[in-house]
């Protein structure tokens, strides 16, 4: 990979943000804000400590927060179990030729499914269902079709993932919980929609 190529990637990958607080400033103080984003920032879960003063800072929006904290508990065993149906619907993916070999791009994948749960939870979090960020998920789509990922690969993942969260949560009807996963799967579908990105050079 040239040094070009490689610079203009490592610049998408710092703008490809899936998530936007901005339009929370209507339901969450000053400070709950700056703990989601600072969890963001380090791409991290939502410790308990956070949650605790968020609850603190926003009772009236902060219902979910026990599901935000089930969730993040059990991001292994979800993660697992989504990687599992990809591999069940894609057999040879991550063999030689598939599109996700060799095994760094396979767990490159995996990586991703554990920061789109991550990603969820802060919007169950905070009850915004719209939690994305437009120019974050253009770096993201721009990214995705430069390193050829395969997307229908990824939206078996986020369905997984969503499968395997709900069946989960016992405490909150599905119906209520299934639009914070829908609207990430909504988003990234529409990926296909649009044209591959100029070919970066390779000189």
């Keep these: 990979m040239s040094m070009q190529r490689s610079e203009a990637i490592q610049e998408l990958i710092k703008k490809a943000r899936i998530v936007s607080f901005e339009s929370w400033r209507s339901t969450h103080p000053a400070p709950a804000i700056v703990l989601f984003q600072a969890a963001d920032d380090q ?7 956070d949650l605790n003063q968020i609850q603190t800072l926003a009772p009236e929006t902060a219902t979910l927060i026990p599901v935000a904290q089930q969730l993040r508990d059990r991001v292994t065993e979800i993660v697992d ?7 069940t619907r894609f057999p040879t ?15 490159a994948c995996w990586r991703d499914f554990w920061h789109f749960l991550r990603c ?17 998920l253009t770096a993201m789509k721009l990214l995705y079709q430069t390193l050829n990922v395969p997307l229908d690969a990824m939206i078996v993942g986020l369905e997984g993932i969503k499968a395997a969260s709900l069946k ?5 009807p599905s119906a209520l919980l ?10 990234m579908s529409r990926f296909r929609d649009t044209a591959p990105p100029p070919t970066l050079s390779a000189s």
């Design 120 to 136: 969820i939870t802060y919007g169950i979090a905070g009850q915004h269902a719209h939690y994305t960020s437009p120019e974050g």
């Design 93 to 107: 993916i991550t063999q030689p030729g598939g599109s996700l070999y060799p095994p760094e791009r396979a767990d």
């Design 168 to 172: 989960r949560i016992d405490s909150h």
């Design 178 to 187: 299934a639009p914070y996963f829908e609207h990430l799967i909504t988003e």
């Design 81 to 87: 179990e989504a990687r599992s149906q990809v591999l």
């Design 43 to 49: 791409a991290r879960y939502l410790t308990d400590d």
